[in-house]
């Protein structure tokens, strides 16, 4: 019986077939892994199978991405070692910080959202449509990701849960549902967030639970909280977790929820440009390596005691 697994739950927009999309995924995540521990990712590889991907993104909108566009970039991403002079710097751009004070403002003030410039509108029209759920695809899409954890916590099995971008929301709301709507003891060992919005207040007001209070207004399952956010991410707008949900460690519902948010540089480039929150960008990374070589790690040597 399998008793490892690492799930990553994408972001928002089109994706490419999921069999191609998941061999991308697992390309950049081990190019990070070996960047930071060389020693594990020689393990990793013989555990291909380990690795799967919730594949949302057809179902929301119905098409997929042309893989051939990304791989040339991807291949230039992995051969990058680190971020150049001009990376450090177009991340720390003016314009960029610009934005974040604009989408901040807009956080606080939605009504305002009409007078944004048009990538604005349409990144929160997007996350809007997930939470309004029309034709119930929200739901459908949070079933792909439950049908996928119940056996691992039914067997109480190890496992490693990803999301980034909007796939962070995701995956957060289908926890909340899983610990108060199913009878599943298990818990997730590491809920690894990368380049998420959850910080919002926008976001946030709109969260399975916001309403409730105590331990019925969060999930229940989760032992451990990484939350990464590189310089220039203005999709991840407030990039302290600890603060925003320290009620759930102070009622003992997660032991740690750390933020690493200091000095980490997301260096994917494609034809437009630097993206500092695409997900290749964030895996490749020796920091994102590093927290998911450490859960690698310390899931072997509990697998060795049973």
């Known amino acids: 019986m ?16 999921p069999v191609q999309h998941q061999n991308l995924l697992w390309r950049c995540l081990l190019e990070g892994v070996c960047r930071a521990e060389p ?4 393990d990793m590889k013989q555990h291909t199978e380990d690795f799967k991907l919730i594949a949302w993104n057809h179902l929301y909108y119905h098409k997929s991405k042309d893989i051939s566009r990304d791989l040339p970039w991807i291949d230039a991403l992995i051969h990058q070692h680190s971020p150049t002079a001009q990376d450090i710097k177009e991340a720390n751009a ?16 939605p009504v305002l959202l009409g007078l944004m410039p048009k990538p604005f509108r ?31 916590l039914a067997n109480n099995e190890r496992v490693l849960l990803i999301g980034h971008s909007l796939g962070s929301v995701i995956a957060y709301d289908t ?14 060992d590491l809920f690894l967030t990368i380049g ?15 309403t409730a209070m105590g331990k019925n207004k969060y999930p229940d399952n989760i032992r451990r909280w990484v939350n990464i956010s590189s310089t220039g991410d203005i999709t991840a707008l407030d990039r302290v977790f ?28 494609n034809e437009e440009g630097l ?18 070589a450490d859960w690698w790690q310390f899931s072997a040597k509990k697998e060795d005691k049973l």
Not at 3 to 9: A, L
Not at 175 to 182: N, T, Y
């Open 175 to 188: 926890l909340w549902e899983i610990s108060h709507e199913e009878d599943l003891a298990g818990k997730i």
């Open 196 to 210: 998420s919005p959850l910080g919002m207040n926008y976001v946030q007001r709109r969260l399975m639970g916001n």
């Open 122 to 152: 349409s990144t929160a029209e997007e996350i809007n449509g997930y939470f309004v759920n029309e034709g119930d695809v929200a739901c459908r899409i949070r079933e792909l990701l439950k049908q996928r954890l119940r056996p691992i």
């Open 94 to 109: 003016w314009h960029r910080k610009l934005d974040r004070f604009l989408y901040s403002i807009v956080d606080h003030i």
């Open 2 to 17: 399998n008793q490892r697994h690492i799930i990553f739950v994408p972001g928002k927009n089109p994706k490419p077939p």
């Open 275 to 292: 993206n500092c929150h695409r997900s290749y960008g964030y895996l490749v990374n020796p920091a994102v390596g590093k927290v998911i």
């Open 39 to 42: 020693d594990v990712v020689t």
């Open 242 to 269: 600890a603060d925003d949900f320290s009620t759930m460690l102070e009622l003992g519902m997660v032991d740690v929820i750390e933020d690493h948010c200091e000095g980490i540089y997301n260096f994917f480039r």
